[in-house]
């Protein structure tokens, strides 16, 4: 178990945004604590978000990256998506908690006091944010991890909530107008809501066997396209059917693939071979499944969603 976390990427950003979060949240209570300002509570309540966040991701990575089973032959690859949509709620609670304080102090506005103090340890929170988010969105990319995109995601939105904060603490202290505090804080909740609400749609996206993207939709139709012209049997060979579609950082790709009729099993089974492997090769982590079908054997869907072949079409 150890050693599963030393050699994954994905787990050992998710273990530092949990030392990072419980950091900010220190510093940024503190910075209530001293302040009272309702902007600088809203920081402090996203940073508790974005603890018990990375610490759901990192749950979720470790089921996703569980090997297949009985029970899941395609794998885990999809808890990720969990991960998405459960960060995204956390973050519309935290929103709609951070309006209640927000109204509830424009009802009543209060002088905010230590105003340098809170600025200083806003800012320092929000550039360990920053600077965590930027390596977490560049090895989420990497690795396609959609758990990892979100908690990314979820510290910049972190970050705008600071640089809202501090805005709206240095236009206290330039107006005098304290009641500049709350309207902050509830223009940050609505942005933080925006942003939940998106997570959310994500996950459900990538629940829904959404197919892959253009890009990686491209790079088997350039491997398909070499292999159509195999031994120069360009009119005898061709792939149709094909259906892709992604579950985290796994792809899939299924098709069907008609050869000459009198070639042997042994012929076909090496070609389709060579196929996955080509396919495989050029997209890392796509996972190929190819049917076999001679020349003049066309495969439909029927209404129940089942393949079949019907030689005569």
């Known amino acids: ?20 979060a419980v950091m900010t949240i220190t510093i940024k209570t503190y910075a209530w604590y001293v302040t009272d300002s309702v902007g600088l509570l809203s920081d402090a309540m996203e940073s508790f978000v974005n603890l018990a966040s990375a610490v759901f991701a990192l749950l979720m990575v470790s089921v996703a990256e569980t090997p297949a089973d009985e029970d899941h032959p395609y794998g885990h690859h999809k808890a990720e998506y969990f991960s998405s949509g459960f960060e995204g709620v956390l973050i519309m609670g935290a929103a709609i908690g951070i309006i209640w304080a927000a109204v509830s102090r424009f009802m009543s506005p209060k002088p905010v006091e230590a105003l340098s103090i809170g600025i200083a340890l806003a800012v320092l929170s929000s550039a360990m944010n920053a600077a965590l988010a930027f390596v977490m969105f560049k090895v989420a990319k990497e690795h396609r991890s959609i758990a990892l995109e979100a908690d990314a995601r979820h510290l910049v939105v972190d970050v705008w909530t600071s640089a809202g904060v501090v805005i709206g603490l ?138 079949t072949t019907d030689p005569r079409l």
């Open 170 to 307: 240095v236009a206290v202290s330039l107006t005098g107008w304290y009641v500049l505090d709350p309207c902050i804080a509830i223009l940050i909740a609505i942005n933080i809501l925006r942003e939940g609400v998106d997570l959310i749609w994500q996950s459900s996206r990538g629940l829904m066997d959404e197919a892959v993207e253009p890009e990686v939709k491209a790079q088997i139709e350039a491997v398909l396209a070499e292999f159509s012209n195999y031994q120069g049997i360009q009119q005898n060979l061709r792939f149709d059917h094909i259906t892709t579609r992604r579950a985290g950082q796994r792809r899939f790709v299924d098709m069907h693939m008609h050869m000459p009729g009198e070639w042997t099993l042994e012929q076909a089974a090496t070609l389709r071979g060579n196929v996955e492997k080509s396919l495989m090769t050029a997209i890392p982590g796509l996972r190929a499944s190819i049917q076999l079908l001679p020349s003049g054997v066309e495969a439909h869907v029927d209404s129940s969603d089942v393949i």
């Open 1 to 20: 178990m150890i050693s599963s976390y030393k050699s994954n990427p994905l787990k050992k950003l998710l273990w530092l945004s949990v030392l990072v």
